[in-house]
């Protein structure tokens, strides 16, 4: 009798090895390789099934005259604008976030809006009893609404109930780590059951119509666990970004098949649930203090979203042999970059001396586009001269310490006007119309420093 076959996989990033080590060497993590038996994802056939000619395929021209995918609006404008429009029928979301960060409230009111609206959602759970689900619906103000709730882990329940003519708009699966297949021998939550699972269900998706929507834990990392295993099966990655102990909210879009990546929603999290929150910008600004050195405020972009955030910097003297530099919410490593800059084109030393930066709102930036307005926290910060507080900043710095134009640049300026800030520092290079804002130029990162400087031109309201 031949002896069942079986592979070793990492649980953290998915990599098969051909033996069990104590090392992955595709993520570098330790003690996550585990044996599970080989199998196919669930309703596969089985791997012995004899190969046979298939029908071929049909090769058809590039030009087409389809019309753009319909969208099922959610009834909540910001999860919408990050969806690119709405859900599409047939397409798969995969929606990330740490435990307690709101994922089940959203995807439940989303659920809710969609059923009021008429439309069929099922919101299938594993994670809690129809007992649990229907109390959170009754603290939300949602009891009323016509979605069908399930308790199941097993998908090929799932897809005996839902692999029919007439299938739902919307499948919720809270959450995708707590199912698993008959086809396949490993706990459920590993790299395996993942893949059969998701498999199954995207496969569902695409043969019936329905739009679904899974949710996945994080990692420590802050990564959706068994990554490069889903975020390929799915058309739409989102994650859930905030603290706990805050009451905003940040959704993203990491990957988006039918609409901008990197777009955000922002929610304010109220006894009532996540409510929406149009104008952003105020909502960073609202508690910043004016006349403080090294804040500045940033004209950033998320996605097709012009935002305007707080960059705090703190420069203080180091007790330590090395000094630290803390990082919230921007690259620690192009903060060292800009330091470096700092020092070897202008002259200012933070040698011996902590430096600490922070986005304010829980707001993670990735844009080099804030390189100005990071290098003028730190700047005002270590001369102890605050920036006028209605003054607005943006530019990319490079090794030489020049600052470069950065894309965009109007639909920034737009908002800061509208915010009603007067003044804007801009790359010199931008070349743009201010629309009412009395623009500044800048070439290089000195001319900054001398504008700052309490011997040089300075900046006054």
């Excluded at 030009?63 to 029928?89: F, Q």
């Excluded at 708009?169 to 809270?174: C, E, M, P, S, T």
């Excluded at 590993?190 to 496969?203: D, H, P």
Aim: aromatic share 4%; proline share 6%.
């Amino acid at each position: 009798m031949s002896r069942p076959r079986s592979s070793y996989v990492c649980q953290a990033c998915g990599a098969v090895h051909p033996r069990w080590a104590g090392r992955c060497e595709g993520c570098g993590a330790w003690n996550t390789i585990v044996e599970e038996p080989a199998g196919g994802p669930a309703g596969s056939a089985p791997a012995t099934a004899s190969p046979r000619r298939g029908k071929g395929i049909e090769l058809l021209p590039l030009a087409g005259s389809e019309t753009p995918p319909p969208r099922l609006s959610t009834g909540m404008g910001e999860l919408d604008r990050v969806l690119g429009g709405g859900l599409v029928p047939g397409s798969a979301i995969l929606l990330g976030g740490d435990p307690g960060i709101g994922k089940s409230t959203l995807t439940l009111q989303a659920a809710a809006a969609l059923a009021t609206a008429g439309e069929r959602v099922v919101y299938l759970s594993g994670e809690e009893s129809i007992e649990q689900i229907r109390l959170r619906a009754r603290r939300l103000g949602l009891a009323e609404a016509p979605v069908a709730v399930a308790a199941a882990t097993r998908v090929e329940e799932v897809l005996a109930a839902l692999d029919r003519p007439m299938p739902p708009a919307l499948l919720v699966v809270d959450s995708i780590q707590t199912l698993w297949s008959e086809s396949l021998e490993a706990a459920p939550g590993t790299i395996g059951q993942l893949r059969a699972c998701a498999q199954a269900l995207v496969g569902l998706a695409k043969r019936r119509g329905p739009a679904l929507l899974l949710i996945g834990h994080v990692t420590k990392e802050g990564a959706i666990a068994g990554p490069k295993v889903l975020e390929h099966l799915v058309d739409t990655v989102l994650y859930f970004e905030g603290e706990r102990g805050e009451a905003y909210r940040i959704l993203r879009a990491v990957k988006n098949r039918f609409g901008p990546a990197n777009e955000i929603g922002v929610f304010e999290m109220a006894e009532s649930g996540l409510l929406p929150v149009v104008d952003a910008s105020a909502l960073f600004l609202a508690q910043r203090e004016e006349g403080v050195a090294g804040s500045v405020v940033f004209a950033g972009m998320e996605g097709s979203r012009p935002l305007l955030v707080e960059i705090q910097a703190l420069v203080a003297a180091s007790p330590l042999g090395t000094p630290r530099r803390a990082v919230v919410g921007w690259d620690a490593a192009r903060l060292a970059m800009l330091l470096a800059v700092l020092e070897a084109r202008c002259g200012l030393v933070t040698a011996g001396r902590d430096v600490y930066l922070n986005v304010a709102g829980g707001l993670r930036i990735a844009e080099p586009a804030a390189d100005l307005a990071v290098a003028a926290a730190i700047v005002s910060a270590l001369l102890g001269v605050p920036v006028p507080s209605s003054t607005v900043i943006f530019g990319e710095v490079g090794l030489a310490g020049e600052i470069r134009a950065v894309g965009h640049a109007q639909a920034r300026l737009k908002e800061a006007l509208k915010l009603g800030f007067r003044r804007a520092i801009v790359p010199r290079a931008a070349a743009v119309e201010g629309g009412g804002l009395e623009l500044s130029g800048l070439a290089h990162l000195v001319e900054l420093v001398e504008r700052l400087d309490r011997r040089g031109v300075g900046m006054h309201d």
